[in-house]
């Protein structure tokens, strides 16, 4: 069981000693059955920490945007950029996905291991629970807040009932399939390394997908696609989505002093702001081809999706093609080559043609 | 006009509509949205709310202006294109708090002049409200902003749920038409249901929402704590999505761009499409200098424009209460609490 106390104490700890300049954790939200990432710079505040199955937020994020944040600053006030400065090492609360995603952006360089904590907490025998799953189960009830019980959740609902729900029947599908429960890199530890947890097969989802003939992908594709709003909100909730300028975005071009009109007049739109299909699925595409290889299936993208884009499905894909072709599981080790800039001689190649 | 509508005949009103293309919540994907009702029998009434709101009647994420052409050693042919006329439509189900979006929109289309792309699709529209006798939502908070579950402003016919069956009161001369139409399909309002209507707004007026201190008080708070540093506080856990500002019934701001769909020869479209004060572009100069470059200022635009700038300049808040930027959100801000929070310094 993890024992929500120590990490209260464990953060309460690292901020009194100056370890680290925060530890961003999870608290309550006042949005109602969701937890709400925070950085936490006091030691008081540490009490106000929570460990619950809506903790779904992957901080690894975090840690991308305060070092964007730092270089930003940085670069505005003429001084150097952080590192030494203990004060900015940042400690994030992480489960075994999130864990995985921090080891890819150390495989990355995209911040040194020693500016970092991480406060590995296992998923033990659950995992984070699905809103639309949620819904659906409690009929009508609206969840306000759920909590672990064993291997269910307790859920306390707006109108001030308990209702006990099996973890299996409401968790995220991500969970379900997960692999790796359990943090594989961390500083400190909380709770029990479960690892076979059998609750579904690995890459499950995926295979009721793929099993459609070409046009019956593109017509569920197509569907979906189509209902995208583009708030690329699951571009901005992922750790790995962190290009300072994104093929999408009206302005994708470094814009310098000697930038002449033209040539902002003539910049490359490679996707224009229009959310039609053609659009839609120049976006979705481009950032699952550049997931190939680093998607740790957190989840995030699909959970914040506003209309429910099963956008997971497709990383999810490229995750298989990288583990089933060329036997690579994502993130298990930051010492581990990234998986597009490495190959093996006997990398199988007969796909080429 | 006051009728009564059995909930069986629902069906029988929407047939009755043929003229008309009528669209209802339809729950598809795990969410509630509006979808234009192909059976009849398939229209109900029994949603939430809709994770989008009916804005997009009225202002569509995408607006064609005008299309344009240039053959080589010609000169551009520019054709201004104006939305179709199709047939005018019934949206069922719009919940108040949306239906009180509506003339604040239209305000912002035609104050200084009238937006025709706008108002071509707008005066087609006919809004068939659903009153809330319970918050769909527990982030509702309707009341905070100068509304009630049971406003029926906005809208063209309010209904408000008996049990089985729906007193429908029309409110415009459109929505006069619409309740004819339905012809038998209605029946009329007896003194007992127009008394059990009266009671379900009450009771619903006094249900528990989120609530906003002193409102009165916020605009001049807000611009008092400007330089707050809440805002950045707040919005310390902000991903940067435009999911709050998409999904908002009253967000109106647009961009517009010349998108090239063919370049020998040059064909395109000039088009109008939702824009976002949440991304960073929305506010980036040509420079590369943006003067609104980090999350708190977005925040604070976002929330100062509701309560602060809209109040100012058209005399009403700019947020009906609808709650869908704090039950979506991804990390849980929540525009109730910030703003108690900047301007009263509560919670």
Known sequence: MVNLQDIKDRAKALLENGEVGAVVGFIESTAGNLASPKFITEADQADGLIWDPTCVHNLALYLVEERKRQTKAAHGHGAAPGGEDKSKRLAIVAKGCDTRAVNVLLQENYFPRDDIHVLGVSCEGTGMVDRYKLAKKLKGLQAEKTEFDGNGYKVTTTSGETVKVAAKDVMADRCLECRHPHPVIFDDEFGEAVEDRGLADAFAAIKTVDEGSTADKWKFWGHHFDRCIRCFACRSVCPMCYCEECVVDSINMHVLQDTSAEEKANRIKWIERSATTSENIGYHLVRAMHLAGRCVDCGECERVCPVNIPVRLLNSVLDFEAKDTFGYDVGMDPGQPSFVSSFRDDDPNDFIR | ?347
């Open chain 2, 1 to 347: 006009m006051e009728k009564v509508l059995k909930k069986d005949n629902l069906r029988d009103w929407v047939i009755a509509l043929s003229s008309y293309e009528v669209h209802a919540p339809a729950f598809e994907d795990e969410v509630w949205n509006f979808k234009q009702v192909e059976k009849p029998e398939d229209a109900a009434l029994d949603h939430t709310n809709t994770v989008k709101p009916p804005k997009d009647f009225s202002f569509p994420q995408r607006e064609v202006y005008c299309e344009f052409a240039q053959k080589k050693g010609e000169a551009p042919m520019v054709t201004e294109t104006l939305p179709a006329l199709a047939a005018p439509k019934v949206v069922f189900g719009v919940r108040p708090c949306d239906g009180r979006a509506g003339p604040r929109n239209d305000t912002v289309f035609s104050k200084e002049f009238d937006d025709i792309y706008y108002w071509m699709r707008r005066k087609k529209v006919a809004q068939v409200g659903l009153a809330c006798n319970t918050p769909p939502s527990r982030n509702c908070f309707c009341t905070a902003v100068g509304g009630s579950p049971h406003s029926e402003d906005g809208l063209d016919v309010l209904m408000v749920d008996l049990g089985d069956s729906y007193l429908v009161k029309a409110l415009t001369k459109v929505g006069e038409e619409i309740v004819k139409a339905g012809g038998k399909a209605l029946g009329n309002a007896s003194a007992a249901d127009k008394k059990t209507a009266a009671k379900a707004k009450a009771d619903a007026e006094k249900a528990p929402m989120r609530e906003i201190v002193d409102i009165k008080t916020v605009p001049e708070n807000l611009q008092k704590n400007f330089d707050s540093e809440v805002w950045g506080e707040m919005a310390q856990a902000c991903i940067g999505c435009g999911i709050c500002t998409f999904l908002c019934p009253t967000c109106h701001c647009f961009d517009i761009n010349d998108e090239v769909t063919n370049v020998t020869p040059l064909r395109g479209q000039r088009v109008r499409t939702w824009d976002n004060c949440q991304f960073p572009d929305f506010t980036m100069h040509s420079s590369g200098h943006n003067p609104r470059n980090t999350l708190g200022a977005r925040l604070r635009q976002r929330v100062c424009h509701k309560f602060l700038y809209f109040v100012q300049n058209h005399d009403t808040y700019q947020c009906v209460g609808c709650g869908r930027c704090i039950s979506e959100c991804p990390v849980g801000i929540d525009i109730v609490a910030v703003v108690n929070k900047v301007a009263h310094d509560v919670g």
